[in-house]
């Protein structure tokens, strides 16, 4: 059995898919958190200098979504057809394209400049592409691509508490219930919710 | 046979790299330009406001990277191995933020911040990135992953004009050679080079 370690911080943000995935397909792994002060170190060892990486059998892979469809792939949760593939990985690109926007927002050091930002996206940015997602999501049975449960389900939900950060809206699953039932399908997995239920909570509340 | 519509504006930019995968693939292909005067009506019409846009048999698929995974895994271009395809995903995903970075400094509307935005990429996030481009390209016999051509390269090649552009580097190739290598070898393919040459000079200089 190769052997698989998954690095990330201890938060859930851009590496919990990653984990619930390979909790979902039931496979063996090491979840190593690296602590902040670790981290110095760690980082020279990553293929980037980023995480979360995925290493198996001593080779590490960097960069999320291509960790989370990689993930996907492997269990099952990718589609039935090269064009569900696609639209699948379209529908998780919307999703991407809006974090990054919240996240470019979040991390401006300028904090007049970062007010100006986030009063922008909230105007022209997150309303319509929030809308988007929820049209989406009630047109495919809960799911946020090919009507059924898939990898960008798990990356929808894993880092949802980060999303709602980087947004600034606390309570946007209230907001859009058909978030909250989408959340709740990727927990329902019976291995999934176990490791979810026995893991470290995250330092960064996220 | 199924029919298959690109469309796009009349510039390679972010749509070159499906249009010489569709060729590639010796796929038949209305390669529809939008006009500018055209745009506000067309957009109606597409999934996300955006384009290029792939249609297939009626159905319109968005997001440029999604389109040419799609098209790689189609004609063969898109690794051997779970794992291949992870490798390229990841580093495909490398050139997209830096792409992105650039894009961000590019687009924005404030002058004094556009060359602030600029001048730190210039010292923090270029530098880094094309190095670690021009090792990946160096360790892969010339291409972006798994040591082979696949559909990264076809992103990297067909939008290598845009990437300059956006990061103000118009000599990028004589600073690394690799990447003149790979480009080569994406435009080597015989019914890419019959493509490109027939069609349509982009209207945007990239």
């Known amino acids: 059995m190769p052997k698989t370690t998954f690095y990330y911080f201890n938060a ?3 590496g ?6 390979l909790a979902y397909g039931n496979e063996q792994f090491e979840d190593r958190r690296v602590t902040m002060e670790e981290w110095p170190a760690v980082k020279q060892s990553m293929p980037f200098g980023q995480m979360p990486v995925l290493e198996i059998d001593g080779k590490k892979y960097g960069q999320s979504m291509a960790i989370a469809r990689y ?9 039935d057809s090269l064009e569900e593939a696609l639209e699948i990985d379209q529908n998780a690109d919307l999703l991407t394209d809006l974090r990054n926007e919240a996240i470019s927002a979040h991390y401006e050091s300028d904090e007049e400049l970062k007010a100006k930002k986030h009063k ?3 105007k022209k940015v997150y ?4 809308k988007k997602l929820d049209e989406i999501i009630k047109k495919n049975n809960g799911h946020l691509a090919a009507g059924k449960l898939t990898w960008a389900d798990f990356v929808f939900a894993c ?11 606390p309570d946007l699953e209230q907001q859009y219930p058909s978030f909250k039932q989408l959340i709740d ?11 979810s239920e026995k893991s470290p909570k995250s ?4």
């Open 203 to 206: 330092e960064f509340g996220y």
């Open 71 to 79: 993930l996907g792939h492997k269990h099952g949760l990718a589609g």
């Open 159 to 169: 880092s949802f508490d980060y999303l709602k950060t980087m947004l600034q809206m």
């Open 127 to 130: 309303p319509e592409s929030l």
């Open 120 to 122: 922008e996206n909230l």
């Open 185 to 195: 399908s990727v927990y329902a997995s019976p291995s999934v919710k176990v490791y």
């Open 16 to 21: 919990e898919p990653a984990r619930l995935l």
């Open 12 to 14: 859930k943000a851009l």
